[in-house]
C-alpha cells in the first residue's frame, strides 16, 4: 500500500482554523476512539456494527498509528476532543474519508464544521473518496460540505468522490 503525502499532516496541523484544531491521535487516547467506537448510532452507521473488545482496538490503534497509509486525527475546539477524522490512501490512488462526532457533541453543527474545514485543507489536486451507508442522511450533508458528490451505489454503500482539479486551493 502507498504511503499517504507526507506533507498532508503539517496541513492539518498549520492551517487548522481558529475555531477547530486537529492533531495527531496517539495511544491515550485509546479509551475515547472505543467510546466513539462503540456507541449504538456509529456502530449502527458502521459496515461493522459488532461491538468492540478494549485489547483489539488497543492492537487496531497501535497498527493504525504504525500505518503510512493511514492518519487518524482528533479535531479539538477549546481543548475538548470533537471527533475522530481518518484518512486512508488507496491502492487506486485516492485518499478515503472517514469521520465520527463524539455523541454529545452531536446536532450541534460541529461534523458540518470539520467537513467544511478538512474540504478546504486538502489540495484541490487530490482525489478524495467516502462511503456512508444507506440511511445516514447527516454523513451524505457532510461529505458534500467537503466537496464530495454522489459517485455510485454498491448494495447499502454509497460512495462519494471529489474529482481532481488541476487547480490549487489557493486559485
Ligand atoms: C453523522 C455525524 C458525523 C453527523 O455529525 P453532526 O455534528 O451531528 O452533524 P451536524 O450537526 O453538523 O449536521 C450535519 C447536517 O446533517 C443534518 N442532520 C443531522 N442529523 C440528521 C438526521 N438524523 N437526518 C437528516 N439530517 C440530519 C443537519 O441538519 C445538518 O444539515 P444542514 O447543514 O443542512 O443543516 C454524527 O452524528 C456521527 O458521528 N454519527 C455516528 C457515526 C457516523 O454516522 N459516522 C459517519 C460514518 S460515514
Redesign the pocket.
Known amino acids: 500500500m502507498n504511503p499517504l503525502p507526507k506533507h498532508l499532516e503539517e496541513l492539518f496541523f498549520s492551517r487548522s482554523n481558529t475555531k477547530l484544531s486537529f492533531r495527531k491521535a496517539e495511544m491515550k487516547d485509546a479509551a475515547w476512539l472505543l467510546s466513539l467506537r462503540n456507541d449504538p ?2 456502530r449502527k ?1 458502521s459496515i461493522s456494527p459488532e461491538e468492540i473488545a478494549p485489547d483489539k482496538h488497543h492492537q487496531w490503534l497501535k497498527n493504525t498509528l504504525n500505518n503510512p497509509s493511514r492518519l487518524l486525527l482528533i479535531a479539538s475546539m477549546a481543548n475538548e476532543d470533537l471527533a475522530s477524522f481518518r484518512l486512508d490512501q488507496r491502492p487506486d490512488g485516492s485518499i478515503e474519508l ?4 463524539a455523541p454529545k ?8 464544521l470539520l467537513l467544511t474545514t478538512v474540504g478546504a485543507i486538502l489540495p484541490k489536486q487530490l482525489e478524495l473518496c ?1 462511503c ?1 451507508l444507506q440511511g ?4 451524505l ?2 461529505a458534500q460540505k467537503a466537496g464530495l458528490s454522489l459517485h455510485r451505489k454498491e448494495g447499502k454503500l454509497i460512495w462519494l468522490k471529489r474529482e481532481p482539479s488541476p487547480f490549487s486551493n489557493d486559485a
Open positions: 448510532e456509529t452507521q472517514s469521520w465520527t462526532v457533541f452531536r446536532g450541534k453543527g460541529i461534523g458540518s467516502a456512508v445516514n442522511p447527516a454523513s450533508k457532510l
